[in-house]
């Protein structure tokens, strides 16, 4: 079977400069209907939200409140197993900042942010100075935790705040930065749209951060790959592969087999009970032990959040807690998998923000995928080689 092309059309050639990115693209030049151009593009934040009705609809809040809109591109990227919008940010910055551009210029928005890590800002500093932008758009250095790019946590940011979400009501496309209509677009959207602005057909490919196996451990690389676009044909998933993540860290585990046939777009990923989300592929090896891996990656999550709400609080120390123990190789510790069940459907739809709902996604998952390595646990043993090296990333953890 021939694997569809990758194509580097938002990656470029790795020269971030003015010129390369005029030579490739050629000059923006004035949309008269931006949400139109934007009719099948979805965000690729990790929602999948229709970017055109995000954009009408803050424009509407902005006639209604009779004020001016913000612009904010999220180039936060608080995922560790994500790497696009980084990538995208130090290759195209060009095309992220024409994005913005425009997203301005539809809303006629009189702020303009850019937020980020603090290691892409003197980039995207040098960007704004090529093309005559600085003091037009403000950027923004996040803090570099899981949550710092969820919407409203990215909007108290902007603020001056604590990068920590709030309620969902009043959404921020009503109330956001300075308590005006802003609207928060993650920057391969805005990077999307710069193409489409362009006509570029190639704007309806999405941008992958892969995860492999190599002879020296993990390989990370970020590739363009056409949607709809056979998973096995975009990731390379050898014989000893186990499972494969598909998402992050709030997205989902599937079985090669299941994940190898499946179409990299919104419905065939939802037939499998999975989604896009932060644009991760991960292809767990056959001698690494996903209930490990799930054991340490929830007890990161449960770590990030704040602890504001109930189920962050409560609910997600104790999974990550009982996961441990399960990861373990011991006798059967009586009830405790059942407890995890309860306990992650008691905290689904109980948070300010969707931080718990996607971290028991993820639980789940890796509870059904991984149930015969449970069984192994419990009768006291581990498929895992003794001596391998964690493969999923962990911020301050051992990896
Ligand atoms: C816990 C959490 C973390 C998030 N982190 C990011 C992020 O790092 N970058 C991002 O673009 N969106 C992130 N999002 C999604 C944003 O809230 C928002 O939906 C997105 O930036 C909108 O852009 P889009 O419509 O272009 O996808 C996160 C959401 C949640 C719930
Ligand atoms: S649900 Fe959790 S992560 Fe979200 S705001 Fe509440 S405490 Fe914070």
Avoid at 346 to 367: E, M, N, Q
Wanted: proline content about 8%; hydrophobic content about 45%; glycine content about 14%.
């Amino acid at each position: 079977m021939s694997a569809p092309p990758l194509t580097r059309g938002l990656l470029g050639t790795g020269d971030p400069s003015l010129a390369a990115h005029l030579a490739a693209h050629g000059p923006l030049t004035a949309v008269p209907d931006l949400a139109g151009v934007a009719a099948d593009l979805t965000g690729r934040g990790g929602a999948g939200f229709p970017a055109a009705r995000k954009l009408r609809a803050v424009a509407e809040a902005a006639r209604a409140a009779g004020t001016t809109a913000v612009v904010v591109g999220n180039g936060g990227e608080g995922e560790p197993a994500a790497a696009k919008d980084a990538t995208l940010l130090s290759r195209s910055p060009h095309l992220v900042l024409d994005g913005l551009q425009l997203a301005a210029g539809y809303l006629g928005a009189g702020t303009v942010v850019l937020a980020a890590g603090s290691a892409a800002l003197p980039g995207l500093d040098r960007a704004l100075a090529e093309r005559g932008d600085r003091g037009r758009v403000r950027l923004v250095a996040l803090p570099d935790r899981f949550l710092a790019g969820e919407e409203s946590a990215l909007v108290a940011a902007v603020d001056g705040g604590p990068a920590l979400p709030r309620t969902k009501v009043p959404p921020v496309r009503e109330r956001g930065v300075g308590g005006r209509p802003t609207l928060v677009q993650n920057v391969e959207t805005l990077a999307r749209l710069a193409l489409l602005a362009r006509g570029d057909a190639a704007a309806g490919h999405t941008l992958v951060t892969r995860h492999t196996a190599g002879p020296h451990g993990r390989v990370v690389d970020v590739a363009e790959v056409p949607l709809h676009a056979r998973l096995g044909d975009v990731l390379p998933l050898h014989g000893g592969t186990q499972a494969v993540l598909v998402g992050g860290y709030h997205g989902s585990w599937l079985p090669t087999a299941v994940a190898a046939e499946v179409a990299l777009d919104r419905a065939g990923l939802a037939s499998v009970g999975a989604a896009l989300g932060a644009g991760v592929l991960a292809a767990l090896p056959g001698d690494r032990c996903g209930v490990r891996e799930t054991a340490s990656v929830v007890g990161y999550l449960a770590e990030q959040s704040a602890g504001q709400c109930g189920p962050c609080l409560n609910g997600l120390p104790r999974i990550a807690a009982a996961l441990e123990l399960l990861a373990r190789p011991g006798p059967p510790r009586r009830g405790l998998l059942e407890d995890v069940q309860r306990w992650s459907g008691l905290v689904v739809g109980r948070g300010a923000c969707s931080h718990p709902d996607g971290s028991v996604r993820f639980v789940a998952s890796a509870l059904r995928v991984f149930a015969p390595e449970l069984s192994a646990h419990a009768a006291g043993w581990c498929t895992a080689a003794p001596s391998s090296a964690p493969f999923l990333p962990v911020p301050g953890g051992t990896r």
